[in-house]
């Protein structure tokens, strides 16, 4: 039987509250199987991006990284945020290596070619190294990645930390069982978004696809529990939603959505 | 016998310039035994604590790390340029490792304690972790360390990069034949500082002893040369100082002076 190793996503709540990055970087210090952090730079880039004058293009709703931008998530998230949550790992008992994707090559990423949009500097995963992540995880240290990626050509890119998350979970399955989580500002999939007692304890693709055709499950999960599901179908034992701060009850099945 | 190793100082006027950096990285690819490098940030971070309207603040000539100031060579150091010469080298076909300090623990340092002097967030090198070097080196990768360290409590700290390609240097002596190479602007320590052509070639520990007692080696470049002579009283094999330009001539011992 294969051992337990939980890829665990931050939300960007955790990522802009200090505090509460803390008490959650406890909470993962205590796991005692291998893990692996994945993590983003929240609202803190968008506030350096404010300060250092920078203006934020947004297209259809979306930012688009130009290179003034690449320079300053590459700051914020492989710098400040991820040195910040490794040093405290080590203070917790946990040796940890923070990592972009250019580190080892961990995550290759081709910057995205889009019919009519130029996003700018962003990647679409292309390839984890899962020797590399293993290395680190056989010598009892746990991988911090941020949400940073290359092209292998030497340029850097800005990419989905969810994406990652996702992609990694699925590199690492052959070698252990994986559960993935994600946290974020709620419960877990509510099956009333207004309603935080709603959320849905188990579910299944054929229940999944029951509530997308009543309606039931909020557009913007959508994306999220397609990415799931696309997970659980190649090899990722499970995947799990909730709120960070129950990150332990998350972990011990009492809290969150659990999709199998 | 031992393999060579080179532990190469990147100079700060190389980090200020992207297309002198980019043909130093390049020389850097061409190298065939295993190397480590350590870099700083140049002025790039007091560049960013302007536009940041960080104020800068000197004492006695030093500069102060508070927290802002922390925060701003984390980011530089360990993120922005970190991560754009980690990815440079992989286009070059090297496959490299970005740390900092705090990453495997590869760099313990304690927060500088001076009697009249608060430095801030400045720390002095304890322990250097060469099993976490040497399990990268042995893969074939490159680890590229920045001047950013921990204390193991979790607080990140501002290292000087010189001290920590020294005490790196003598961390792997034990497993290899390491060279500690100092690139900086001169062509190597001048026995005249205004004449590029007074390079000393060779210099042993008792005719510098003989060109201090002389007054004639530069004042700025006796705390350099003594770290270099403790290196060699440590293990290390040779300490190389010279021009950035020309690594490729220091490597071959046809430029820089060298220390033994």
Redesign the interface.
């Known amino acids: 039987m294969k051992q337990t190793l939980n890829v665990i996503k931050i939300g960007g709540n955790v990522i802009d509250n200090p505090s509460m990055l803390n008490t959650f970087l406890e909470t993962v210090a205590q796991i005692r199987t291998p893990f692996v952090i994945i993590h983003g730079g929240g609202k803190i880039a968008t506030q350096m991006a404010i300060?250092?004058d920078i203006p934020q293009t947004l297209i259809e709703g979306r930012r688009i990284t130009d290179k003034p931008t690449l320079?300053i998530v590459?700051?914020?998230?492989?710098?400040?945020i991820?040195?910040?949550i490794?040093?405290?790992l080590?203070?917790?008992g946990k040796?940890?290596?923070?990592?972009?994707g250019?580190?080892?090559?961990v995550v290759l990423a081709s910057k995205r070619v889009h019919p009519t949009l130029d996003y700018g500097y962003v990647g679409d995963v292309e390839k984890v190294n899962a020797q590399?992540l293993l290395?680190i995880i056989e010598?009892q240290?746990s991988p911090v990645l941020c949400a940073?990626t290359?092209d292998?050509?030497?340029?850097?890119l800005n990419t989905n930390a969810d994406t990652i998350a996702q992609e990694v979970a699925v590199a690492l399955a052959e070698h252990y069982e994986v559960s993935l989580i994600y946290t974020f500002e709620k419960r877990g999939v509510l099956l009333d978004v207004n309603n935080e007692e709603s959320v849905i304890k188990i579910l299944t693709k054929s229940e999944y696809t029951n509530f997308v055709n009543q309606g039931a499950i909020h557009s913007g999960m959508i994306p999220k529990l397609d990415n799931a599901f696309k997970a659980i179908d190649a090899g990722v034992s499970n995947v799990k939603i909730g709120k960070a701060e129950q990150l332990i009850e998350i972990l011990n099945d009492e809290e969150g959505t659990k999709i199998i």
């Open positions: 300060k250092l320079d590459t700051m914020v998230y492989a710098g400040l991820n040195k910040n490794v040093s405290k080590y203070s917790l040796t940890a290596v923070g990592l972009s250019a580190d080892g090559n590399f290395l010598e240290m940073i290359h292998a050509n030497g340029q850097l």
